[in-house]
């Protein structure tokens, strides 16, 4: 399995960015699909999260900005970044938890990473 980013860059802030994330290889099924963050020396934190089941899951720091999407027939998530702030600034990671065949077990998946810069 593989998730390929794409759409980080850099951006002024209240400027917006849209990230997108597609799925691909030997895939029976994907559930929770997600973005995560990590800013240099910080965790790696969830930013928001979509289910199998249209569930939505936001960190409380973007809740209101961001807005995560999911095309279920093509394995792709989207987050759409809205009024960015310096602190948004991180490596924006994609995740994705995937059954890769028939009865067998759901395994997380990465993708490599995407920058996304907010400065003047």
């Known amino acids: 399995v593989q998730l390929v980013e794409s759409g980080g860059g850099l951006v002024q802030p209240g400027g917006s960015l849209r990230l997108s994330c597609a799925a691909s290889g030997t895939i029976i099924r994907v559930y929770t699909m997600g973005w995560y963050r990590q800013a240099p020396g910080k965790q790696r934190e969830l930013v928001a999260s979509?289910?199998?089941?249209?569930?939505?899951e936001y960190a409380d720091s973007v809740k209101g900005r961001f807005t995560i999407s999911r095309d279920y027939a093509k394995n792709m998530v989207d987050l759409q970044m809205t009024s960015l702030k310096a602190e948004d600034a991180a490596v924006y990671f994609c995740?994705?938890?995937?059954?890769?065949?028939?009865?067998?077990?759901?395994?997380?998946?990465w993708g490599q990473g995407a920058q996304v810069t907010v400065s003047s």
């Open positions: 979509i289910s199998s089941t249209q569930a939505i």
């Open positions: 995740n994705a938890d995937v059954e890769s065949f028939a009865g067998g077990q759901i395994a997380s998946w």
